[in-house]
């Protein structure tokens, strides 16, 4: 309902309650009062002119931007008189009870949030305290370990000291490993006794750090000294030793060159060449002799040598037989042929004879190793065993490269290259004694190894794809050479390593520099 403010003035109770005289509805005012309900536009507009309706008048504008700013005087407040005043401050005493009370329950309710979040921070701060101080138990406990670690070491290097002898055949070599492990305990000691923990307040983190200080390391007299009384070709030697190339040996025709093999009663070395199809032979000093081949010959890829006839036993992969050389350099005949049976041949990759003058043969193509006669009549397999029922055998090998006998004649190591890895059989028994390798790139690893040769102090070297890797007998890594990747084969030669590239033969030589 629409009514003039002076006249609703008149209906405004003490409680700032005014009554509608049409409804007798009640509204509850403001401090501003009857002035504060909001103004009937159409009636103004109606009440004015025709020729102001839609006038944009800016006195009337200003007007209507004070209608929300009276103050209290304007309200119908009268200043002056003490009844109107008092009545305006007893409304405004209960405003500010209500206003008191809404503020108290908002302090109150800050209060509790800030006690709960405080209360969380401790939890946390709680929680992070009792993960420090386990911290720093793992840390003590991690280290009184390592004091106990450093101390047992110490004191079994102190007996081995106390028990050396100087009457020892391995006495150079103790004493260089003696040595080694003095220099490691002495470095391990000072970073121990260098390591300190620090807390910090401001990120709550504890470190653990050892601050560094130059390591303990013979000076340069007492490193050529240690390093001259070094074995050659022992586990120390290879340790420090790199290869490095000597020559190339090479003749006219050379191509693929596969094997090579040192004659027992010559002293020369000879050369299979699979690509131009003959035998090559170089004197002790490296110079080329002469070669010889032979029209059965398709793709020699390895030689063995029997010292008591001097016979020399060329092995053709294409063919998968066996040429017999006499001294002069002829074929006399020819053992095996083509086939799973035994005795029989598939692409074998390489050859040797055994202490007991049996002919050893990587069968690749077959999976096996077999056992010969040198008159061509079967033995034994290696790598093969029979299934239970007498139904076939179990093969141990895929795709076997290259074979090697120890020096001691008791032992034949195979690359076993379609398994990664290297297996040791007794020479006598065809027992499997040892097996270890993995595939990968990694130190011990191997990528597709294709041929082997043991040293003269029964280490194993392998020709692994770009490098050359040394093992002791129980297959414990000792170190990696790189070299020229795709070689054909690899031959050891006292402390030479002879590697068999496309168009010649490189001879490398351990050396420590």
Same mark, same amino acid.
């Given at each position: 309902?629409?009514?003039?403010?002076?006249?609703?003035?008149?209906?405004?109770?003490?409680?700032?309650?005014?009554?509608?005289?049409?409804?007798?509805?009640?509204?509850? $005012?403001? #401090?501003?009062?009857?002035?504060?309900?909001?103004?009937?536009?159409? #009636?103004?507009?109606?009440?004015?002119?025709?020729?102001?309706?839609?006038?944009?008048?800016?006195?009337?504008?200003?007007?209507?931007?004070? =209608?929300?700013?009276?103050?209290?005087?304007?309200?119908?407040? /009268?200043?002056?008189?003490?009844?109107?005043?008092?009545?305006?401050?007893?409304?405004?005493? +209960?405003?500010?009870?209500?206003?008191?009370?809404?503020?108290?329950?908002?302090?109150?309710?800050?209060?509790? /949030?800030?006690?709960?979040?405080?209360?969380?921070?401790?939890?946390?701060?709680?929680?992070?305290?009792?993960?420090?101080?386990?911290?720093?138990?793992?840390?003590?406990?991690?280290?009184?370990?390592?004091?106990?670690?450093?101390?047992?070491?110490?004191?079994?290097?102190?007996?081995?000291?106390?028990?050396?002898?100087?009457?020892?055949?391995?006495?150079?070599?103790?004493?260089?490993?003696? *040595?080694?492990?003095?220099?490691? $305990?002495?470095?391990?000691?000072?970073?121990?006794?260098?390591?300190?923990?620090?807390?910090?307040? %401001? +990120?709550?983190?504890?470190?653990?750090?050892?601050?560094?200080?130059?390591?303990?390391?013979?000076?340069?007299?007492?490193?050529?000294?240690?390093?001259?009384?070094?074995? =050659?070709?022992?586990?120390?030697?290879?340790?420090?030793?790199? $290869?490095?190339? *000597?020559?190339?040996?090479?003749?006219?025709?050379?191509?693929?060159?596969?094997?090579?093999?040192?004659?027992?009663?010559?002293?020369?070395?000879? #050369?299979?060449?699979?690509?131009?199809?003959?035998?090559?032979?170089?004197?002790?000093?490296?110079?080329? *002799?002469?070669?010889?081949?032979?029209?059965?010959?398709?793709?020699?890829?390895?030689?063995?040598?029997?010292?008591?006839?001097?016979?020399?036993?060329? &092995?053709?992969?294409?063919?998968?037989?066996?040429?017999?050389?006499?001294?002069?350099?002829?074929?006399?005949?020819?053992?095996?042929?083509?086939?799973?049976?035994?005795?029989?041949?598939?692409?074998?990759?390489?050859?040797?004879?055994?202490?007991?003058?049996?002919?050893?043969?990587?069968?690749?193509?077959?999976?096996?190793?077999?056992?010969?006669?040198?008159?061509?009549?079967?033995?034994?397999?290696?790598?093969?065993?029979?299934?239970?029922?007498?139904?076939?055998?179990?093969?141990?090998?895929?795709?076997?490269?290259?074979?090697?006998?120890?020096?001691?004649?008791?032992? #034949?190591?195979?690359?076993?290259?379609?398994? /990664?890895?290297?297996?040791?059989?007794?020479? /006598?028994?065809?027992? +499997?004694?040892?097996?270890?390798?993995?595939?990968?790139?990694?130190?011990?690893?191997?990528?597709?190894?294709?041929? $082997?040769?043991?040293?003269?102090?029964?280490? &194993?070297?392998?020709?692994?794809?770009?490098?050359?890797? *040394?093992?002791?007998?129980?297959?414990?890594?000792?170190? %990696?050479?790189?070299?020229?990747?795709?070689?054909?084969?690899?031959?050891?030669?006292?402390?030479?390593?002879?590697?068999?590239?496309?168009?010649?033969?490189?001879?490398?030589?351990?050396?420590?520099?």
């Amino acid at each position: 309902h629409t009514f003039c403010q002076n006249c609703l003035e008149k209906f405004v109770n003490p409680k700032l309650m005014v009554e509608c005289p049409t409804c007798r509805k009640e509204t509850q $005012l403001s #401090v501003l009062g009857v002035a504060a309900l909001p103004d009937n536009l159409a #009636v103004g507009i109606f009440r004015q002119p025709k020729e102001f309706v839609g006038r944009q008048d800016e006195n009337s504008q200003g007007v209507r931007r004070r =209608a929300n700013q009276r103050t209290i005087s304007e309200s119908g407040v /009268n200043i002056g008189d003490p009844l109107s005043m008092k009545r305006q401050l007893q409304i405004s005493s +209960s405003n500010l009870e209500e206003f008191e009370t809404k503020f108290q329950n908002d302090i109150q309710e800050i209060s509790q /949030n800030v006690h709960n979040s405080i209360e969380k921070s401790i939890d946390d701060l709680i929680k992070k305290r009792d993960a420090l101080g386990k911290q720093l138990n793992k840390i003590l406990t991690d280290k009184l370990e390592i004091h106990e670690n450093w101390r047992a070491q110490s004191e079994d290097l102190i007996e081995k000291l106390d028990d050396e002898k100087d009457t020892s055949e391995n006495h150079i070599d103790q004493k260089n490993t003696h *040595v080694n492990s003095f220099y490691g $305990l002495i470095n391990k000691i000072d970073k121990i006794c260098n390591e300190t923990v620090s807390f910090d307040p %401001a +990120s709550l983190s504890i470190n653990w750090y050892c601050e560094k200080k130059k390591s303990l390391e013979p000076n340069k007299v007492t490193r050529k000294a240690l390093l001259n009384t070094l074995p =050659a070709l022992s586990t120390e030697f290879y340790k420090l030793a790199t $290869l490095e190339e *000597v020559r190339k040996l090479k003749w006219q025709n050379c191509l693929q060159p596969r094997c090579v093999a040192l004659c027992p009663w010559t002293g020369q070395i000879w #050369v299979c060449s699979s690509g131009s199809r003959e035998i090559a032979i170089f004197d002790s000093d490296d110079t080329f *002799v002469h070669s010889f081949t032979n029209s059965a010959f398709l793709f020699p890829c390895s030689i063995a040598f029997k010292i008591e006839t001097k016979e020399a036993f060329v &092995l053709d992969k294409r063919q998968s037989s066996i040429f017999v050389i006499s001294p002069s350099y002829q074929v006399t005949r020819s053992i095996g042929k083509g086939g799973k049976k035994s005795g029989c041949l598939n692409s074998p990759a390489a050859i040797l004879l055994d202490n007991k003058g049996r002919l050893v043969v990587s069968d690749h193509g077959n999976d096996r190793i077999q056992v010969l006669e040198t008159d061509g009549t079967f033995v034994a397999y290696i790598g093969l065993h029979h299934q239970e029922g007498g139904k076939g055998y179990l093969q141990d090998l895929s795709s076997p490269g290259g074979i090697a006998l120890s020096v001691d004649g008791r032992a #034949v190591a195979v690359a076993d290259t379609g398994n /990664n890895r290297i297996r040791i059989y007794s020479a /006598n028994s065809g027992r +499997s004694l040892q097996c270890f390798g993995m595939r990968g790139r990694a130190n011990g690893q191997l990528e597709k190894p294709i041929d $082997l040769s043991w040293d003269t102090q029964g280490h &194993l070297l392998v020709l692994d794809e770009g490098r050359v890797q *040394v093992f002791t007998e129980k297959g414990d890594f000792l170190r %990696a050479q790189k070299v020229t990747e795709h070689l054909n084969g690899m031959s050891a030669i006292g402390q030479c390593v002879l590697l068999s590239d496309t168009y010649s033969v490189n001879k490398m030589i351990w050396k420590i520099k």
